[in-house]
T-cell receptor, first 115, second 116 residues
Framework: AQTVTQSQPEMSVQEAETVTLSCTYDTSESDYYLFWYKQPPSRQMILVIRQEAYKQQNATENRFSVNFQKAAKSFSLKISDSQLGDAAMYFCALAGGTSYGKLTFGQGTILTVHP | GAVVSQHPSWVICKSGTSVKIECRSL??????MFWYRQFPKQSLMLMATSNEGSKATYEQGVEKDKFLINHASLTLSTLTVTSAHPEDSSFYICSAAGGIVSYEQYFGPGTRLTVT
């Protein structure tokens, strides 16, 4: 079985500052993919960033970057220069093995951005 | 690309009636579609996985006879909530896989179901 754990139910950050959201996971698969999704108040799920487990280099998308520690099974998301529009619920997710498309989600972290 | 639509976005129905929610992949063929349920401020709970032309695979604890899923084509899957009750009120989200990035799911905007 695969598990994803987000230990921070809520986080807050000042506008323009940096915040890191934590995620740990467990899987017996050797080939898997990790994702961070954002769900704003509209509730539309938006892909923020993805990481293939076989790649050692941490993924980066503009202000969003990850710290992927494969041995520790850790996959944190760093948001730099936080903006008001970053306020949302963030989900860490894992897809792996023979059922690549099936996602296992973490509990989510609600991010508040203060002006 | 990789756009998924859901219809309706919000539906209110009376207890005991059935309601159908449609999920369409607009610009790609979805080999697999997924249905999730989400309560406020909680994570997404996978209900079932459907592949075109075959029976859906339901997650443990999900009532197959209450939540009927049909994946009739590579661009359309439907979820029918039969004999709905107030406890079925929730936010239902579909997603589709099979786009350019085969392992990635593309999410619909969700459907809010309220059963009175």
């Amino acid at each position: 079985a695969q598990t994803v754990t987000q230990s921070q139910p809520e986080m807050s950050v000042q506008e323009a500052e940096t915040v890191t959201l934590s995620c740990t996971y467990d899987t017996s698969e050797s080939d898997y993919y990790l994702f961070w999704y954002k769900q704003p108040p509209s509730r539309q799920m938006i892909l923020v960033i993805r990481q293939e487990a076989y790649k050692q280099q941490n993924a980066t998308e503009n202000r969003f970057s990850v710290n992927f520690q494969k041995a520790a099974k850790s996959f944190s998301l760093k948001i730099s220069d936080s903006q008001l529009g970053d306020a949302a619920m963030y989900f860490c997710a894992l897809a792996g093995g023979t059922s690549y498309g099936k996602l296992t989600f973490g509990q989510g972290t609600i991010l508040t951005v203060h002006p | 690309g990789a756009v998924v639509s859901q219809h309706p976005s919000w539906v209110i129905c009376k207890s005991g009636t059935s309601v159908k929610i449609e999920c369409r992949s607009l610009d790609f063929q979805a080999t697999t579609m997924f249905w999730y349920r989400q309560f406020p401020k909680q994570s997404l709970m996978l209900m079932a996985t459907s592949n075109e032309g075959s029976k859906a695979t339901y997650e443990q604890g999900v009532e197959k006879d209450k939540f009927l899923i049909n994946h009739a084509s590579l661009t359309l899957s439907t979820l029918t909530v039969t004999s709905a009750h107030p406890e079925d009120s929730s936010f239902y989200i579909c997603s589709a896989a099979g786009g350019i990035v085969s392992y990635e799911q593309y999410f619909g905007p969700g459907t809010r179901l309220t059963v009175t």
